[in-house]
């Protein structure tokens, strides 16, 4: 048989007062399943438990302090698994009022975990799980490529998949940023740059993630790969074929406001700098093809799938905008000079459609801007309900901008709370938009109607001084908030991981496990999971990459003890699916699976089984039932 | 004389048992019959051990476990929630008072409410004397 050993820790002789540590040894001893009882002085020595000379095959009872501190020194350091902890110190020595009492609950507890400890299994060899030490980084935009360079930086190989021709993201798509006014492409070129030179990132564009099987360290991703028609290996980016183009489409890249060819390349700094063509105009002429003189353009070709093999993900997906077309009293679409922030980005910028001038869609300049904040947040309806949180910064950014160019214009900003929270956005922005002299009214105007000659005009309350007013623009710009974008939910579903009540992504936890998703291994980034500015999508970019390089610095990743279901005695009935909270319980054909990535180990499953199929650690019936026995026994 | 003191099966959460440990930490006491089974998890907790421990002489049995309120849409406390209410009514109908099985939120720290609380409940299943479902399962013809 077995020896069964307990350990009780007078905690440094502190103990001795409190507890008869002598009736507890001659009490225990008399029990036929103990073989040795030692009465130790401070457990929490490691000098200590070594000369015990305990032995892995032991099982062993501590009765010491909380099990929280001497938990590590017995798994991880002796690696004995068959040991049970009883808190004689917290429990019983400081929680009794006497030490008659403290004796005898001690001996109660600890006659439970001998009846429970001779049934927990030999010592399991921990599974350990192999790691691939290579990564994906799912979106090309800042929080992505900040991502993706880090941890290339620490020399892990990163496959980062861009669904657009080009990495670079919204912010490649503004002009300025705030609080400082710093040219957007200026600060963010340079680290695309880096990243497209960066011998361990490899750039897929044009391609999406099709699903994911495996689990943390080794994950099986299938990416499609949608044709450019232009091989990438032979393009140099010289721009003759979008020369001889005759079909012009909408730039995406400029919100549709400036047309490019069909051949084209998205913008000046695009990385990886190639040309793409978009089979929606193309109309294969083949004139593109005569102009190459490398022969990369192949108009057959056809999307492929490719399959990855990595051990971590980081989603960085990013967001879309409001429609603003769901509030038709503002008549976006409509009403020409009605535009959005994103447009209103292009525009002003020098490489836009105007060539950074503010014009009104007739060509006339436009001297009387006016804002609307919270178009599509802060109000329950179509958009989301919570703050978007770069809005008031970035409308007082676009004010500037306007005085920067035109020192004449009025500028006005329709806000609600004006929330400047940020580093610098209260000095840098707010106040200076105040000595510029940039109108701010508190209100959320009701509609936008259109004059005779075009302007537009804005009705309005105060709601500072209740009263109600009209104000006559050229350009009205709505301040869009960040709504979930339509794909994010089918690429979650393909993951695994789980979607919040708005749509974006779930975090594992909101406090203290903000960038970890529900299952393993699966990390998120930037606006997929909730409104941010480029500050903190670059912050939770690096953030991320920690977590994945650390990942990956470890020799193997232990699990926490998560449920299994022992097949013999499954029959299939789907209970322990229906009770688990986390969805980490499947059917997978005839057989019930545990998703190892997602259990947390709860148990939920294991109390819910009606044929004690469900196992989890050493907490079944089978164990728990000897010891309560134990306990209550005389 | 013996006084009879009543013997109380406490399963313990994860996290309520750091709000138990930290009762003992700052200095709160309370009897010391109640008796405590750590688990990882109150949803772990099959009925059945419930009634074991009815069975084999305890007195009355606490749940201790998270808020379901602390946790977001993921709260495997509200199973046991649903779970101690059902037994509790069957419990009823057998003629075991219900107030012999509770649950009780108690948080990580939460060591002073522990105290008060499960010294609140000692108090009153010792009103309801001894509870012997042994013995009456005997005593059935």
């Not at chain 1, 806000?415 to 209260?426: D, H, I, P, S, V």
């Amino acid at each position: 048989m077995r020896r069964t050993t307990v350990l009780l820790c007078t905690c440094g002789s502190t103990l001795l007062d409190k507890i008869d540590f002598d009736k507890v040894r001659n009490e225990l001893s008399k029990k036929p399943l103990v073989s040795r009882v030692e009465v130790v002085d401070g457990l929490c020595k490691s000098s200590v438990v070594k000369n015990l000379s305990l032995k892995p095959s032991e099982r062993i009872i501590v009765a010491a302090c909380s099990s929280r501190f001497l938990e590590a020194v017995f798994k991880s350091l002796l690696s004995i698994s068959n040991v049970e902890f009883v808190n004689i110190r917290e429990q019983c020595a400081w929680a009794c009022e006497n030490k008659e009492d403290a004796s005898l609950k001690t001996i109660r507890l600890l006659s439970g975990s001998i009846n429970k400890v001779v049934r927990i299994g030999l010592p399991k060899s921990h599974e350990d799980l192999k790691i691939v030490r290579e990564a994906l980084v799912i979106g090309g935009g800042i929080a992505g490529v900040r991502c993706a360079l880090d941890i290339a930086d620490a020399g892990y190989r990163v496959y980062l998949v861009e669904k657009e021709p080009s990495l670079g993201g919204v912010m490649a798509q503004l002009d300025k940023t705030f609080p400082t006014l710093d040219c957007s492409i200026c600060i963010e070129g340079p680290l695309l740059s880096e990243t497209g030179r960066n011998k361990n990132i490899v750039i897929i564009p044009n391609s999406e993630v099709v699903s994911v099987r495996g689990m943390v360290g080794d994950f099986r991703v299938l990416v499609r790969v949608n044709p450019a028609y232009v091989d990438p290996e032979k393009c140099n980016g010289c721009g003759e074929c979008a020369n001889v183009c005759p079909v012009y489409q909408p730039n995406k890249y400029d919100v549709n406001l400036k047309p490019v060819k069909a051949i084209y390349c998205p913008f000046a700094q695009a990385v990886p700098l190639k040309y793409v063509i978009n089979k929606d105009y193309c109309i294969e002429c083949g004139l593109c093809m005569n102009a190459c003189t490398r022969a990369a353009i192949n108009l057959e070709d056809k999307p492929k799938m490719l399959e990855l093999n990595v051990g971590a993900i980081v989603v960085a997906v990013g967001s879309d905008l409001f429609d603003p077309r769901l509030k038709p009293e503002y008549h976006y679409g409509e009403y020409d000079n009605v535009i959005t922030n994103m447009e209103f980005e292009r525009i002003i910028c020098a490489s836009g459609p105007t060539g950074g001038v503010l014009l009104r869609r007739d060509g006339k300049p436009a001297k009387r801007v006016a804002f609307i904040q919270c178009v599509g947040s802060r109000e329950s309806g179509q958009g989301i309900e919570e703050c978007s949180y770069y809005c008031c910064a970035a409308s007082m950014k676009e004010a500037r901008l306007i005085l920067e160019h035109d020192r004449e214009a009025k500028v006005f900003i329709f806000y609600n709370e004006l929330r400047a929270f940020g580093k610098g956005w209260e000095d840098l922005l707010y106040r200076r938009c105040l000595e510029d002299g940039i109108v701010f009214i508190r209100s959320r105007p009701s509609e936008i109607k259109r004059s005779l000659n075009g302007n537009l005009i804005i009705v309005y309350e105060d709601t500072l001084t209740g009263k109600r007013g009209e104000l006559e623009v050229d350009i009205v710009v709505l301040a869009l908030g960040f709504k979930p974008s339509e794909k994010l939910a089918k690429l979650a579903a393909a993951l695994g991981i789980s979607v919040d009540d708005k749509g974006f992504i779930e975090e594992a936890h909101a406090k203290v496990k903000p960038l970890e998703t529900r299952v393993r291994g699966i990390y998120v980034a930037g606006t997929c999971h909730g409104p941010r500015d480029i500050v903190e999508s670059a912050v939770e970019g690096s953030a991320a990459a920690a977590l994945v390089i650390s990942l990956f610095r470890g020799e193997s990743i232990k699990l926490p003890e998560t449920a299994k279901i022992l097949e013999n005695k499954c029959t299939g009935c789907g209970r322990c699916i229906l009770m688990c909270q986390y969805g980490a319980i499947i059917r997978d054909g005839e057989k019930i699976r545990v998703l190892e990535s997602i259990c947390n180990g709860c148990g939920a499953c294991v109390s819910s089984c009606p044929q004690e199929a469900v196992v989890l650690g050493d907490w079944g019936i089978e164990q728990l039932a000897p010891q309560i026995s134990g306990m209550l026994g005389d | 004389m013996v006084v009879w003191k009543p013997k109380i099966i406490a399963f313990t959460c994860w996290c309520s048992s750091s709000g138990v440990d930290q009762a003992g930490f700052e200095g709160f006491k309370y009897p010391a019959n109640v008796l405590t089974v750590r688990v990882p998890c109150s949803a772990i907790v099959n009925p059945s051990l419930v009634v074991k421990a009815l069975q084999e002489g305890a007195d009355a049995v606490l749940l201790t476990a998270c808020k379901p309120v602390e946790l977001r849409k993921i709260a495997p406390s509200r199973i046991t929630e649903a779970r101690v209410s059902l037994l509790r009514r069957l419990l009823n109908t057998v003629g075991v008072e219900e107030d012999r099985v509770r649950i009780l939120w108690i948080s990580s720290n939460e060591g002073g409410i522990f105290a008060s609380e499960v010294s609140r409940i000692v108090e009153e299943v010792e009103k309801l004397g001894p509870l012997n479902l042994r013995g009456k399962m005997i005593e059935q013809p």
